[in-house]
């Protein structure tokens, strides 16, 4: 096949089901759950070489930064789309299609996510090299993969009569999950699960969305319409994008199509679903056991314990999993991974901080990170990465004070500018407006202590940001 596909990696999910490591402010793609390097780096890095263009990303406006540190961390380059708003998968791929229908109708288009894990990675380009021939030929191919046993938390696949010499077959039916005699009968029926990942020529999705979901086309066309730069990523027109009917690529057109087809994969492949999933790939002991970090086992058996800070032990249990953070502890049977959901849906109705943010909350020019905390004051540590400034800014109710550990600040302080080194400190009583920026060639650290009779993050009234950040 002499084109090369256009991958486009989607990157904007919230991944509840593995909390407490996977929060909105910091969710599961952006983790390393299996190995050293985030799931999303891992869906960079497959889609690196010869068979693929260079990716677009999609992702939104809170996790842009992100996106952008974490591409620069393993040399990758990428075209990184900003969603104004979530709308499913349906709009997604629909302005995927548009997008490369603009460059040449006849791309193929490869969409995948980016919290799945592939162990096989020789297996999935030979996968996608066979899905693209079936996707040029006219198809929208899904990957169907090859269960390795009953799971009920997938959909699947009838895979049907074979289309071409590609491997691909037609799509006889999608069915959703199903209950575990259900999925045993799927199993041995050879149906196949269905991964979420979709192969398409861009003209052919953009004919099939426009019969069944017109309205999504005009949408995805308007939102790049009306596109510009910001700081260097391509973000979409809020107004345009917000008219796309929020619907799954499936509803929208796979489960309505005559040109669906399948591709069978055996790559070993995850959509690192949930806590058993994430011990299913990860190394174990003779026991069973799969330790990451700080943990102990006595006459305990396939059990998972995920604990990088604190000393986490555990006694006498079987299949459970321990997940530790610095503010959470999540205890669980391997077999109820899909009750975290429903668990994090009760922390935020009790508006638990927990749900939504961990004690180390990232920003565009570093971290801070809670310390401690009373009825008037808070204390936080606060990391500045070299050459990064935060916004000008000010506050009503509060005071604060920064004690530099580490680097040099310059700081603005009304309408002075002072240089605060190691060992030094300075005062920002209320009101005051004030900018901190690190200079240097290293991380700058200080000790934030915050006085005052409230002490919410919206207490920022920022003047000036570099990062096109809303004003409060």
């Known amino acids: 096949m002499s084109r090369k596909i256009l991958p486009i990696v989607m990157c904007g999910g919230a991944g509840t089901r593995v909390w407490p490591e996977s929060r909105e402010s910091m969710p599961k793609q952006f983790i390393p759950l299996i190995g050293q390097s985030s799931t999303f780096q891992q869906s960079i890095q497959r889609v690196d070489g010869p068979l693929f263009d260079t990716p677009i990303v999609v992702t939104n406006r809170e996790y842009r930064f992100l996106v952008r540190e974490?591409?620069?961390?393993?040399?990758?380059?990428?075209?990184?789309?900003?969603?104004?708003?979530?709308?499913?998968?349906?709009?997604?791929?629909?302005?995927?299609?548009?997008?490369?229908?603009?460059?040449?109708?006849?791309?193929?288009?490869?969409?995948?996510?980016?919290?799945?894990?592939?162990?096989?990675?020789?297996?999935?380009?030979?996968?996608?090299?066979?899905?693209?021939?079936?996707?040029?030929?006219?198809?929208?191919?899904?990957?169907?993969?090859?269960?390795?046993?009953?799971?009920?938390?997938?959909?699947?696949?009838?895979?049907?009569?074979?289309?071409?010499?590609?491997?691909?077959?037609?799509?006889?039916?999608?069915?959703?999950?199903?209950?575990?005699?259900?999925?045993?009968?799927?199993?041995?029926?050879?149906?196949?699960?269905?991964?979420?990942?979709?192969?398409?020529?861009?003209?052919?999705?953009?004919?099939?969305?426009?019969?069944?979901?017109?309205?999504?086309?005009?949408?995805?066309?308007?939102?790049?319409?009306?596109?510009?730069?910001?700081?260097?990523?391509?973000?979409?027109?809020?107004?345009?994008?917000?008219?796309?009917?929020?619907?799954?690529?499936?509803?929208?057109?796979?489960?309505?199509?005559?040109?669906?087809?399948?591709?069978p994969a055996d790559i070993g492949w995850s959509d690192v679903g949930n806590w058993d999933a994430v011990w299913k790939l990860s190394p174990q002991d003779e026991s069973g056991n799969a330790i990451l970090g700080d943990g102990v086992t006595l006459d305990a058996k396939n059990v998972h314990i995920r604990s990088p800070e604190l000393l986490t032990a555990v006694i006498g249990v079987d299949n459970i999993a321990v997940v530790a953070t610095q503010d959470a502890v999540l205890v669980l049977g391997r077999d109820q991974g899909d009750k975290v959901k429903q668990l994090v849906e009760t922390l935020k109705r009790g508006k638990r901080r927990e749900a939504i943010e961990h004690k180390r909350v990232y920003r565009p020019w570093g971290y801070y990170q809670s310390i401690d905390s009373g009825a008037r004051y808070q204390v936080k540590r606060i990391v500045v990465a070299p050459g990064q400034r935060l916004s000008l800014q000010k506050h009503f109710h509060r005071a604060e004070h920064w004690v530099v550990v580490k680097g040099t600040a310059q700081v603005t302080r009304g309408e002075a500018e002072t240089t605060v080194h190691e060992n030094e400190s300075i005062f920002l009583p209320i009101g005051v407006i004030h900018r901190l920026v690190n200079p240097g060639k290293i991380d700058l650290e200080l000790i934030e202590v915050q006085t005052g009779s409230y002490l919410g993050e919206d207490d920022i009234i920022r003047l000036e940001d570099v990062y096109n950040r809303p004003a409060d």
């Open 70 to 263: 974490q591409l620069e961390e393993i040399g990758a380059a990428a075209m990184i789309v900003l969603e104004p708003t979530r709308r499913d998968s349906g709009p997604a791929v629909a302005l995927a299609a548009e997008i490369a229908a603009r460059r040449d109708p006849q791309t193929i288009v490869a969409v995948f996510a980016a919290d799945h894990v592939v162990l096989d990675q020789p297996g999935f380009l030979a996968t996608c090299a066979l899905a693209a021939e079936a996707a040029a030929a006219g198809s929208i191919v899904t990957l169907g993969v090859k269960p390795s046993e009953p799971a009920i938390g997938y959909g699947y696949i009838r895979p049907g009569a074979p289309l071409g010499k590609s491997g691909a077959r037609r799509v006889e039916a999608f069915v959703e999950k199903p209950d575990l005699a259900v999925a045993e009968r799927y199993v041995a029926e050879g149906y196949l699960w269905n991964s979420g990942n979709f192969f398409f020529r861009a003209d052919v999705m953009l004919e099939e969305l426009n019969a069944f979901e017109p309205e999504m086309v005009a949408a995805a066309a308007a939102a790049l319409d009306g596109a510009k730069d910001d700081l260097g990523f391509l973000a979409l027109d809020k107004a345009g994008f917000e008219r796309a009917p929020k619907k799954s690529i499936d509803y929208a057109v796979m489960e309505r199509t005559a040109r669906a087809a399948v591709v």
